[in-house]
């Protein structure tokens, strides 16, 4: 039983395009969050909700946008979507929102815009 | 601005061996430090954790040490085994803030 689940696990899509990415998370956790690895392999983070409230948003372009419907569940929306997108995207969770708080992740999905 | 850095991006080390990969950092706010485990196509799982106010924790064969005067960290592996081969994040974090700051990470081999 998936702890952090996100779909798709990969995506390739034309630019100009809009694309959601789903996540999902059955801890029961508080904190939710969208993180990104770019090509230099570092793991950015994007936005976080606690309680479906937006406590971080880190710059990111206003083309991606957070959606929680509900504590369980945070998705990124893309919009016109560039190459420069292009990158691996991890949905992850934690009990708090304090940064030191272990985070679960989701395995990623794979963005490739052409 | 790379606030924690890994700048080993690939380790190789015999089974059995001590693995020993560094991280350092700049922001001497950073007061909880946390490394990660990444294998091929899936998501980064949690591995040790340590808090400024400790200079070294251990779990099983994992052991983070941490030299806050030189703003340095280091997890050492020991005995090294081929499942540990993986990618490793470095992560540090300040007390009161809600981010958490992930290095760039060292890719590990253990050979059989």
């Known amino acids: 039983d998936t702890a952090v689940s996100q779909t798709p696990k990969y995506l390739v899509t034309q630019m100009g395009n809009d694309k959601s990415i789903k996540c999902e998370q059955n801890?029961?956790?508080?904190?939710m969050y969208w993180y990104k690895q770019d090509s230099k392999k570092f793991l950015k983070i994007m936005f976080s909700?606690?309680?479906?409230?937006?406590?971080i948003n880190e710059t990111v372009p206003n083309r991606f946008s957070p959606k929680s419907p509900d504590k369980a569940h945070l998705n990124l929306h893309i919009n016109s979507l560039e190459l420069g997108d292009s990158a691996v995207y991890f949905c992850?969770?934690?009990?708090?929102?304090?940064?030191?708080?272990?985070?679960?992740f989701g395995q990623g999905t794979r963005l490739t815009v052409v | 601005d790379q606030q924690v850095k890994q700048n080993s991006p690939s380790l190789s080390v015999q089974e059995g061996r001590i693995s020993i990969l560094n991280c350092d950092y700049t922001?001497?706010?950073?007061?909880?430090f946390l490394w990660y485990k990444k294998y091929p196509a899936e998501g980064p799982t949690f591995l040790i954790s340590?808090?400024?106010?400790?200079d070294k924790n251990e779990d099983g064969r994992f052991t983070v040490f941490l030299n806050k005067s030189a703003k340095h960290l280091s997890l050492h592996i020991v005995p090294s085994q081929p499942g540990d081969s993986a990618v490793y994040f470095c992560a540090a974090s300040e007390t009161g803030g809600f981010k958490t700051i992930f290095g760039a990470g060292t890719r590990l081999f253990v050979k059989a």
């Open positions: 909700y606690n309680n479906k409230e937006l406590i």
């Open positions: 340590i808090s400024s106010i400790k």
């Open positions: 801890l029961g956790h508080d904190t």
């Open positions: 922001n001497s706010m950073f007061d909880y």
């Open positions: 992850a969770s934690s009990r708090t929102r304090s940064g030191g708080t272990e985070a679960f």
